[in-house]
């Protein structure tokens, strides 16, 4: 078993920063790649961004590549989501998931993640 907790989200004007904060346990941290996820009402839970196990690799969505960065503190089992320039369509509750998979091509896929955070909410306002 792994638990994941989710933090940092909030309310924040469009052109701002946010940093979200993943914390995992119960298991090796470097046993996973991570990844953050993202859910608005009626959609579907988007990719958002990933990273592996190392931190060697990443992975993200077109439509937040060069605003947001993932990196990770396996130290402190511990993986981020600085999230610059927002914009009103990045509002969503963000989820942090916990994957055993090994291939990066698998890290953008729902189903590859073992493991889920409680998601954390992050509106942007214009």
């Known amino acids: 078993q792994v638990q994941v907790v989710e933090s940092g989200g909030g309310l924040v004007q469009a052109g701002g920063s946010l940093r979200l904060s993943c914390t995992a346990s119960g298991r090796t941290f470097t046993d996973y790649a991570m990844g953050w996820f993202r859910q608005t009402p009626g959609q579907e839970r988007e990719f958002v961004a990933a990273?592996?196990?190392?931190?060697?690799?990443?992975e993200y969505a077109g439509s937040v590549k060069g605003r947001f960065t993932i990196s990770r503190d396996n130290a402190k089992n511990t993986v981020y989501l600085q999230m610059n320039s927002l914009k009103p369509e990045d509002t969503a509750v963000y989820y942090c998931?916990?994957?055993?998979?090994?291939?990066?091509?698998?890290?953008?896929?729902?189903?590859?993640?073992?493991?889920w955070g409680q998601g954390t909410q992050v509106t942007v306002s214009s």
């Open positions: 998931g916990a994957t055993s998979a090994s291939i990066s091509r698998y890290y953008t896929r729902l189903a590859s993640y073992n493991y």
């Open positions: 990273i592996s196990r190392s931190g060697s690799n990443t």
